[in-house]
């Protein structure tokens, strides 16, 4: 009967912390200069999280996100040499802290965990050929702001950097 008892209390009472799931769409451009080249990708990905009201317009939002690239980078190395890196997806793991105005703006700062999968193409003359390379798993932190232009919906810019690259992305995110 205690046992009932107590389920049933905490069945009936409200926890301290709610949550909602979010997801978001991004547009993401990718560079990076390490070994000299410069590269950029652009890309667009796709994020689902689950936010944790912590009170104070303060939450907690872990989520999984999952990109491709949308653009390749090309070039030349003179007499009939030539490479491509072209961005296969990116995917990881962040845990955002938001904090939220009354206006409907916020701000938001996040770890992440990420991986890169890229394949590079190279041809000299008449011969060619390919390689697919996965990158290590990466931390890397991030940080952005955002405008909610109601309960669902709102718009967000961010920043992250991992490693020697740096990612720029502007986005949509909806809540339910």
């Known amino acids: ?25 991004q547009y993401f451009n990718l560079s990076d200069d390490d070994g000299g080249a410069d590269l950029s990708f652009g890309g ?47 995917m990881g793991f962040d845990v955002r802290g938001q904090w939220e105005f009354d206006s409907g703006m916020y701000v938001f700062a996040a770890p992440s965990y990420r991986q890169l999968e890229i394949t590079a193409k190279a041809s000299i003359g008449e011969f060619s050929g390919s390689s697919s390379a996965e990158s290590d798993w990466e931390f890397g932190l991030g940080a952005g702001l955002g405008y909610n232009f109601n309960e669902t919906i709102g718009v967000e810019a961010g920043y992250e950097r991992i490693d020697t690259s740096d990612i720029w992305s502007v986005g949509m995110r909806f809540n339910f």
């Open 1 to 25: 009967m205690k046992k009932f008892i107590l389920g049933l209390l905490c069945v009936a009472l409200p926890l301290s912390a709610s949550a909602e799931w979010v997801a978001g769409v």
């Open 44 to 90: 667009v990905s796709a994020s689902i999280g689950y936010k944790f009201d912590m009170g104070c317009n303060c939450y907690i939002i872990p989520s999984f996100n999952y990109g491709i690239g949308l653009s390749d980078e090309k070039m030349s190395f003179g007499e009939g040499m030539d490479a491509s890196l072209e961005l296969d997806n990116m």
